[in-house]
């Protein structure tokens, strides 16, 4: 019986681990598949690190550090979680681990459409977040990919920054924006080292410097649904503590929405961990 288990090995997953580990709690960190950080090229807003690191190496960093504290770390994909009343179950696909209380961390999945060019100019003018990349396109011309709430706060994010922004909807249906929009199914995006032109099906071309993939997020509210934890859109609810509606339940990183960047998922972490250790040392209470 472990006194925490942690579903995720990102920025917040990995520090709310360490919090709970120098606590002398029973830490295991469960994680699989790319989180976000690894998707960052480049991460230069980050306290600590001059010149600026990749998400790789800064995801690499933390989950070795948790193991040099002793945290047990397995990379295995969690399939489902099941509360048994005085404890939980995390079931993975490599056999279940019981634990006193656990710790959502697993970010939101970002959604990559199946257009050609999309994979291979990630980070040459493909982007998934306009927080982190719009300086890099400043004064050029860029297009938002999707039709959503999420396409428009990034487009409205980008437009400070960049020249003009123009969305793609893709076929799909057009958002009530003022910003351009073509609703032309893409053929595929071409350059020759960075992004240069949207090809659409219908032969004609839109030149752009960058395109934001902003296609909605898929949340990681899987568990949440078959826990019963209350939700807001696909983002888990949580107190300033990080508690769901859930006691033992806690919540930190991306999927609680607000700032998706590394500072917030790692200060929520920090919380969530202190959180744990509180509800362990106290015994579980009834809500
Ligand atoms: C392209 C890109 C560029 C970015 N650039 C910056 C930047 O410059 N600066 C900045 O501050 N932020 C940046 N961000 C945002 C930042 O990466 C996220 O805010 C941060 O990684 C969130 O941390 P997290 O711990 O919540 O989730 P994540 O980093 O997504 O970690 C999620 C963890 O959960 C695990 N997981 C998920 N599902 C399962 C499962 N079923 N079973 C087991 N494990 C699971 C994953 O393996 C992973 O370990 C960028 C994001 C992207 C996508």
Known sequence: ????????????????????????LEVLVLHNNESNVEQAHQIDNFYGFPGGITGKELYNKGIRQAEQLGIEVKKVQVVGVENLGKHFNVKTVKGNFETKTIIISTGNKKIKPNIPGIYEFEGKGISYCAICDAFFFRNKNVAVLGNGEFAISEANELSHIV??????????????????????????????????KIEFEDG?????????????????????????????????????K??????????????????????????????????????????????
């Open 204 to 240: 004609s071309n839109l030149e752009i410097d960058g395109v934001f993939i902003a296609l909605g997020e898929a949340g990681a509210s899987d568990f949440a649904k078959t826990l019963g934890l209350f939700q807001d859109g696909d983002n888990i609810k949580v107190n300033e």
């Open 1 to 24: 019986m472990y006194d925490v288990v942690v579903i995720g090995g990102g920025p917040s997953g990995i520090s709310a681990s360490l919090y709970a580990k120098r606590a002398n």
């Open 242 to 287: 990080m508690e769901t509606n859930i006691n033992g339940i806690y919540a930190c990183g991306n999927i609680t929405g607000g700032l998706l960047q590394v500072c917030k998922a790692v200060y929520e972490g920090a919380i969530a961990g202190l959180s744990a250790i509180e509800y362990i040392r106290e015994g579980r209470k009834e809500k």
């Open 163 to 196: 020249k003009k922004v123009t969305i793609l909807t893709n076929g799909l249906e057009a958002p009530n924006t003022e910003y351009e929009i073509i609703k032309k199914k893409i053929k595929q995006i071409t350059g020759s080292t960075n992004v240069e």
